[in-house]
C-alpha cells in the first residue's frame, strides 16, 4: 500500500507540477533558467489544491465503494434466505 500511495503523489502531484510549470513557460526557462526554482515553488499551491481534491474524491470514493459492497452483500444474504 506505501508503494501505491507514494505512486498517486508522484503521478497526480510532481508530475503536473513540473509538467504545467515548465510548459507554461517554456520560454522564460529558455532565457532564464535560474527561475525555473521560482516558477516552480510558485505553482505548488495551485497544483496542491488539485492534488487535495483528487486525494478527497478518492478517499471518498473507496468508502462510498466499501458502503455500496456491504449494502449488496446483505441484499443478496437477505434474498436468498
Same mark, same amino acid.
Given at each position: ?7 498517486? &503523489?508522484?503521478?497526480? @502531484?510532481?508530475?503536473? +507540477? ?6 507554461? #513557460?517554456?520560454?522564460?526557462?529558455? *532565457? ?14 495551485? &497544483?496542491?489544491?488539485? @492534488?487535495?481534491?483528487? +486525494? ?6 473507496? #468508502?462510498?465503494?466499501?458502503?455500496? *459492497? ?12
Amino acid at each position: 500500500m506505501n508503494y501505491v500511495m507514494c505512486f498517486e &503523489v508522484v503521478d497526480a @502531484f510532481i508530475i503536473p +507540477v513540473a509538467a504545467s510549470t515548465v510548459f507554461s #513557460s517554456l520560454d522564460t526557462f529558455i *532565457r532564464n533558467p535560474v527561475a525555473a526554482a521560482t516558477k516552480i515553488v510558485a505553482e505548488i499551491p495551485t &497544483v496542491s489544491t488539485f @492534488f487535495m481534491a483528487y +486525494v478527497l474524491m478518492r478517499a471518498l470514493t473507496n #468508502s462510498a465503494m466499501d458502503i455500496a *459492497r456491504v449494502i449488496h452483500m446483505l441484499h443478496h444474504s437477505l434474498v436468498k434466505a
